[in-house]
């Protein structure tokens, strides 16, 4: 059973920093991308952030280029999302996904088969 887990999740003063990590486990592919998406409070769906494939290339929403920056280490197995000037706005439980699919530029939550159990970040005003 493959399994991400997600960590670096807190609170943080708007302005401020964190940094997510993501770990997936089980999986008995070696080639992924990683997303990172985010849920808030009420809503169903989950909101792209962004990813990363195995060239490694990267993408993000609109709303978090310059701030955000995602980067994996294939030696530790484990993706990171930094996330820097937070804004309240900001504030959600956020999700690591795996895509089986290594060089996928994919921002669609359902083509993410695999998904942790997410760790919320709150910034406060």
């Known amino acids: 059973q493959v399994q991400p887990v997600e960590s670096g999740g807190g609170f943080v003063q708007a302005g401020g920093s964190l940094k997510l990590a993501c770990a997936p486990s089980?999986?008995?592919?070696?080639?992924?991308?990683m997303g990172w998406f985010r849920q808030f409070p009420g809503k169903e769906e989950r909101e792209y952030v962004a990813?990363?494939?195995?060239?490694?290339?990267?993408a993000y929403a609109e709303f978090v280029k310059g701030r955000f920056t995602i980067s994996r280490d294939d030696a530790k197995n484990t993706a990171y999302l930094q996330m820097d000037n937070l804004k309240p706005d900001d504030s959600a439980t956020y999700y690591c996904?795996?895509?089986?699919?290594?060089?996928?530029?994919?921002?669609?939550?359902?083509?993410?088969?695999?998904w942790g159990q997410g760790t919320q970040v709150t910034v406060s005003s």
């Open positions: 089980g999986q008995t592919f070696t080639r992924y991308t």
């Open positions: 990813s990363i494939n195995w060239y490694p290339r990267t």
């Open positions: 996904a795996l895509n089986r699919l290594p060089y996928s530029a994919s921002k669609i939550e359902r083509d993410y088969a695999y």
